[in-house]
C-alpha cells in the first residue's frame, strides 16, 4: 500500500485565489510528522510546512498552512492569495514512527501535484 | 553561505561505467540522505546517514554505495550493477533533533 497518496496530478489556480492540494496517508504508527515540499522546474526541493501527529492545531507559514485531519488520514496543503510564483510541483512526505537518533528515519513522498498559477 | 551543493549538475555515464555523485553540506547538519526522482514519480530513498562512518540502505540501493567519511560530505558512486540509473539525484540533510530535511539543487545523470 502506498504510504502517501497524491490524487491530483495537475492543479489549476487563477493568481490570488486559493487552492487547496490533497494527500492521505497510511500508517498505522502514533506517531509521525508529515510535510510539503514545492519543486520547481530548477529542481531543488523546497521546503514549505510541517505538522506532527501530535500536534493540536494545523500548522501555517505564511501562505501556507496545512488542513490536518487526523481522522481521516490526510493533510492537505492550502495556498492562499496565489502568486505566479507557485507554479511547481508540490510534493507531500511522511516520517513514519518516533524519531530514531541513532539509525535515523525514512521519509515516504507521494507523485506530487504540478499547480499551475493562471494570470 | 550555508547550504548543499551537489557536482556536477549533469552527468552523463558510458555503459560499465562507475560514477561519484558529489553531495556537500555546510550546515553542520549530522544527517544526510540520498534519493532518486524518475519523472512523473516522487522521491525513493536509497541511503542515508545519521553519524560520520555510518549510514543505512533505503528502499532502492541496490547498484549504489556510499560513504560517510566526514560530516560534511555523503558521496553517492552509481556502480555499473544499477542498470537503469537515468534519473535525477537529490541529496538532503537534516539536524539532529529536528526532521526537516533540507535539499540540494540536484545532479541529472544520463545514459550515453
Known amino acids: 500500500a502506498q504510504k502517501i497518496t497524491q490524487t491530483q496530478p495537475g492543479m489549476f489556480v487563477q493568481e490570488k485565489e486559493a487552492v487547496t492540494l490533497d494527500c492521505t496517508y497510511d500508517?498505522?504508527?502514533?506517531?509521525?510528522?508529515l510535510f510539503w515540499y514545492k519543486q520547481p522546474s530548477s529542481g531543488e526541493m523546497i521546503f514549505l510546512i510541517y505538522q506532527g501527529s501530535y500536534d493540536q492545531q494545523n500548522a501555517t507559514e505564511g501562505r501556507y498552512s496545512l488542513n490536518f485531519q487526523k481522522a481521516r488520514k490526510s493533510a492537505n496543503l492550502v495556498i492562499s492569495a496565489s502568486q505566479l510564483g507557485d507554479s511547481a510541483m508540490y510534493f507531500c512526505a511522511m516520517r513514519e514512527g518516533l524519531i530514531r537518533w541513532n539509525t535515523g528515519n525514512q521519509f515516504y513522498f507521494g507523485t506530487g501535484t504540478s499547480l499551475t498559477v493562471i494570470p | 553561505d550555508g547550504g548543499i551543493t551537489q557536482s556536477p549538475k549533469y552527468l552523463f555515464r558510458k555503459e560499465g561505467q562507475n560514477v561519484t555523485l558529489s553531495c556537500e553540506q555546510n550546515l553542520n547538519h549530522d544527517a544526510m540522505y540520498w534519493y532518486r526522482q524518475d519523472p512523473g514519480q516522487g522521491l525513493r530513498l536509497i541511503y542515508y546517514?545519521?553519524?560520520?562512518?555510518?549510514?543505512q540502505k533505503g528502499d532502492i540501493a541496490e547498484g549504489y554505495s556510499v560513504s560517510r567519511e566526514k560530516k560534511e560530505s555523503f558521496p553517492l558512486t552509481v556502480t555499473s550493477a544499477q542498470k537503469n540509473p537515468t534519473a535525477f539525484y537529490l541529496c538532503a540533510s537534516s539536524i539532529y533533533g529536528q526532521e526537516t530535511q533540507y535539499f540540494g539543487p540536484g545532479t541529472r545523470l544520463l545514459v550515453l
Open positions: 500508517t498505522s504508527d502514533p506517531s509521525y510528522g
Open positions: 546517514s545519521q553519524i560520520v562512518n555510518d549510514f
